[in-house]
């Protein structure tokens, strides 16, 4: 593989710091070798096999880290399509079609967090051989519920596995679960931590934090990180206090939460990407005003909180929770980002900073990945626009120049739309009752 020199471009480190004006970037193989005036002496020392990419006026940036993925899903529109209208092999296939999208929207790493019949470690493994392209990925298996379930409801069986979802019945079964996720191959242990039951409003917490604790114990001791779908004060607090590793959402979090989090310097992905979609244009996609507001609330108590949390030193991860109809692979990646410099108020290199550099602990790889610098990985988006004065360029695909993956250099021709599977979607009778009245108003 011949090395590349990336030419006078503007470089954004993924630190946070001021970008580098009319600087140059030289990659060897998989690794970034030197950076500013030594690059250009080294790639001159070996002029015959250095390809130059003029970057002048471009930016270049470390390519994208999504720490909040699902890829095995396919972009359901209800709950059940996603439990009820999927099945291995074809979900399988479509998971590695997808994984193509989201390396074509810069993302060179991301963690798929859960997933449909254990099909993340194994689509991991097929990118890593290159059987298939795909940014760099760590991935769970299923999420660990209780009987009480998940987002779910009662399409949560109260055994056995659907889904997502892996329902655990007892602190045994909670030890031998998590036994069996590592040998099948999790990079990272998943708990749902509250859920929705057809009887409560909002989620409540369905786990103990000695439960929650048999779980981290299990997983830590087999050198394995927990992460964990918490909503609410109380469930957020136990987590701290039980040993998560990454709490997501951690919505509607209180004093007592966020003193946890600080003490323990707990890392938190809101990934509001999803709540920004549906609240700001939710009534393109047929979403009702009530939902609007109810996640715009979610996003204003929430953020005003995390926004403490992160001056206090807390990582914050950036997740887009793709693989939704909401949030279609290859499209919200970069959304995070301007949703923390919007509803937090941090400026967009520290926004940059946070999908980047920060978020290379998702995928337990800090100081691998997400930075240009070298020993880095050659992991390197290059695009028309200044992110470091209008984040939102990020999400914009026509803008991306060049995309070194591993260090090669990625065809950004986009994907073709494909057709519906055949039993994909929920084909309805009506999308109301037939009613009488209806046919004669």
């Known amino acids: 593989m011949a090395a590349i020199l990336l030419r006078n471009g503007n470089v954004i480190d993924g630190t946070g710091s001021a970008p580098q004006r009319s600087t140059s970037v030289l990659t060897d193989g998989d690794l970034i070798v030197a950076v500013g005036p030594d690059a250009e002496s080294r790639a001159a020392e070996r002029a015959a096999d250095v390809k130059i990419i003029d970057a002048t006026d471009l930016t270049v940036m470390p390519g994208l880290i999504d720490a909040h993925v699902h890829v095995t899903l396919g972009e359901p529109a209800s709950n059940d399509e996603l439990f009820n209208r999927r099945e291995p092999i074809s979900a399988a296939l479509l998971a590695a ?259 980047t550099s920060t978020n290379a602990i998702a995928l337990d790889q800090k100081g691998e990945i997400g930075v240009i610098t070298p020993g880095a990985k050659a992991d390197i988006l290059v695009l028309d626009g200044h992110p470091e004065t209008d984040i939102s360029v990020l999400g914009d695909k026509s803008r991306f120049r060049h995309l070194l993956s591993r260090g090669k250099e990625v065809d950004l021709t986009p994907i073709p739309d494909r057709a519906p599977l055949r039993g994909e979607r929920v084909e309805a009778w009506s999308a109301v009752p037939l009613t009488w009245e209806l046919v004669h108003p």
Request: proline residues 3%; aromatic residues 6%; hydrophobic residues 40%.
């Open 97 to 355: 079609h997808n994984a193509r999208k989201i390396l074509r929207a810069g993302v060179t790493s991301f963690l798929d967090v859960d997933g449909l019949f254990n099909i993340g470690p194994a689509l991991r493994d097929a990118i890593e051989a290159g059987i298939t392209e795909g940014p760099r990925m760590k991935s769970g298996t299923f999420a660990l519920m209780t009987a009480v379930g998940g987002t779910a409801g009662r399409m949560i069986p109260n055994e056995g596995t659907a889904g997502y979802a892996e329902v655990v019945r007892s602190k045994d079964e909670m030890i031998r679960v998590v036994r069996r996720q590592v040998k099948d191959g999790a990079d990272i242990i998943k708990i749902h931590v509250t859920g929705l039951i057809p009887a409560r409003k909002g989620e409540i917490q369905v786990w103990t934090r000695e439960e929650l604790k048999v779980v981290c114990d299990t997983a830590h001791d087999l050198g394995v990180r927990v992460t964990a779908h918490s909503r609410g004060d109380q469930a957020t607090l136990d987590c701290a206090l039980a040993g998560v590793d990454i709490i997501w959402h951690a919505s509607y979090l209180g004093e007592r939460a966020l003193e946890a989090i600080v003490e323990r310097n707990v890392t938190v992905g809101p990934v509001f990407t999803f709540l920004a979609n549906l609240a700001e244009y939710g009534a393109k996609a047929g979403a009702t005003t009530g939902a609007q507001a109810v996640f715009a609330g979610e996003m204003e108590e929430t953020g005003a909180r995390l926004r403490r949390a992160y001056d206090a030193g807390v990582p914050l991860l950036c997740g887009s929770e793709s693989g939704f109809s909401i949030t279609p692979y290859g499209h919200w990646h970069a959304r995070e980002m301007e949703v923390f410099v919007n509803q937090l108020g941090l400026s967009p290199l520290e926004a940059i900073a946070c999908g």
